[in-house]
DNA sequence: TTGAAAGCGATACCAC
DNA sequence: GTGGTATCGCTTTCAA
């Protein structure tokens, strides 16, 4: 068994709460009994047993991080800078990989209420108002729909903006004839399609240029790898001779796709089609032609929903309940001016 | 304040240890009072408190995930697997990275003995036999060094036999003069530089190739981004005119650096100079000409390391110390046969 | 089949 | 300055 703070106690001949106090910089001792109690704990190894403390303070020092899955680069980024902020804060993580699975997500949930988490950081959820699991217990959602009423704190790009600027961007650089590759799921976790689709019209009008329904705008299921499904799509739009000489894909991974697939058809880039992706991640960063991208500022993401929860957390108010993030667009070779 | 077995016991109208009891299904209690309790459990919404039931028990049902950073691929997939696999053993997962610190690693074990985790999967440590800072917590850990003499277990790959049949692949794709990069920091985290050097000697041994020392073997510092000091050293290499055909990197970063440094200087691949990474990350998978590479089976790695360290957790006797597990050469353009 | 009571390790209030 | 004691919510032994 590891030692307790009564076995401080006895050993220093004072009483248990002495110790606790002292261990904590609490309450006013002799720098004596203070310096012999900090001694014997070093000595004899003490450490805190939380699982006492929380149960006594009602409060666990932890937070829970729910993703759909770390392998994917834009959360992994935000899990380990949203874990180190806490860190420095007296925090540890759980991490939960709910996979898009609603299931799963209210098992996660319902294991982070039994632990007693002081906080959550939402990067997942697909529950939202459903029912309220947890209780009082703070959220903050990034890049998702936020859980609850109770939870409304959203940290967010604007998609609306994001696509009117890359669709934009490839305007500028020439192109005349723009169609926009999304996915479904899109709009299921985020509700930003219309944003994405309107963001896209705008920017057409804008500048005069033509908009097709349907055959401007294409959704694809999300259901196997995206980047086949939008090779597929573009081969076909090839084959079928659809005229066109941009593409703006919601994810770098369907802009890979695309480009995989103007590639095999020996189609010029950027000469003939123009090409963006959204991410800024390896999927367009390490491509030839690399592939143009938006950089959405993950860093930023997290570090401002880290500091909302930990206000959450310690009862403080905040300003706002949606916070935009900037984003940049990262010009790259697939949308150089030919 | 949330509801307790106290709140459900006096609504019964029996004893809180019979709500225990009933509702972890111990103990022989009639049909009636089970519903009963049962009943009043779900219209109450009670939820076990943890921090109280880990103080009686001993037990917290939460483990520690100890890695550098899970903004990394092979990392991230590793947690994902493990967190995976504890949550369907009834287990929450703490993500620590270390960022390759030995502060911020004592910091974290600290964390996690305070936590009173029930176990811990390290893919971080560089602390090893210094102290023995988790007093019995099991650990094991993966690809790197195991932590202290009462922790040796190790699932990891075998570096000698994947460097031995890298460099066997580019002789039998042709290569005559193969040199090798690696990485110092390689010798510290995972103490393997040993069996990569021999590895690649043998190899070369085994087909009557030479070996010059020290021309043939260089060892990058790893302070900078790998890939830009792997790239400057290629191109420094050509610079000066030093003949080789073949490059095995010992990282795909470092591969990918090297594929940059040969396509600036126009250096035909395959055909002029063959190359293979390790990791069959998407830094091989992505470039054109794509990477052959290493596929070291992050899966079976963590699915391994979780078995063995839930039997730990049980009391359970492991049969091995140490598991290798196998891996798979991934053959890309880059050693097509010319 | 059920209840009473002790105890896990810490905190905090109140008394001296 | 320091000690005594109740308490957090749950499990578990023993007795009834």
Do not use: W
Not at 85 to 99: A, P, Q, R
Not at 275 to 304: E, W
Request: proline letters at 3%.
């Amino acid at each position: 068994m590891a030692v307790s703070i009564y076995d401080i106690a006895k050993i220093a001949g004072v009483s248990a709460g002495t110790v606790s106090k002292i261990l904590n910089n609490k309450g006013k001792y002799s720098q004596e009994t203070i310096d012999n109690i900090k001694k014997i704990a070093e000595e004899q190894g003490y450490v805190v047993n939380q699982t006492a403390k929380s149960l006594r303070t009602a409060k666990t020092n932890t937070i829970g991080i729910l993703v759909p899955n770390v392998s994917n680069d834009f959360f992994s980024t935000i899990c380990m800078d949203v874990q180190d902020f806490f860190h420095e804060h007296g925090y540890t993580s759980y991490l939960c990989n709910t996979h898009d699975d609603l299931n799963l997500e209210k098992e996660y949930l319902h294991d982070l209420v039994q632990k007693k988490v002081d906080g959550v950081i939402n990067v997942a959820g697909i529950l939202s108002q459903q029912e309220n699991m947890l209780g009082n217990i703070p959220v903050v959602s990034i890049d998702r729909e936020p859980f609850d009423e109770q939870n409304p704190t959203l940290i967010t790009n604007d998609y609306y903006k994001i696509v009117y600027d890359v669709s934009e961007h490839l305007i500028k650089q020439g192109c005349k004839k723009i169609i926009l590759i999304t996915l479904e799921s899109f709009n299921v976790y985020r509700t930003s399609e219309n944003g994405i689709l309107t963001g896209f019209q705008d920017a057409l009008k804008a500048h005069d240029l033509p908009y097709f329904e349907p055959t401007s705008i294409f959704r694809l299921p999300g259901q196997d790898k995206s980047y086949i499904e939008s090779e597929i799509l573009i081969s076909e739009l090839i084959n079928n001779k659809l005229e066109f000489d941009g593409i703006v894909a919601t994810g770098d991974r369907l802009a890979l796709g695309a480009l995989t697939a103007l590639k095999r058809n020996n189609i010029d880039i950027p000469g003939k089609v123009k090409l963006a992706g959204m991410d800024n991640s390896l999927y367009s960063q390490l491509p030839t032609p690399s592939i143009t991208s938006v950089a959405r500022n993950t860093t930023q993401l997290a570090k401002i929903a880290s500091e909302c929860l930990l206000k959450l957390i310690n009862k403080e108010a905040l300003d706002d309940t949606k916070i935009i993030v900037e984003h940049n667009i990262i010009e790259r070779d697939t949308t150089r001016k030919s």
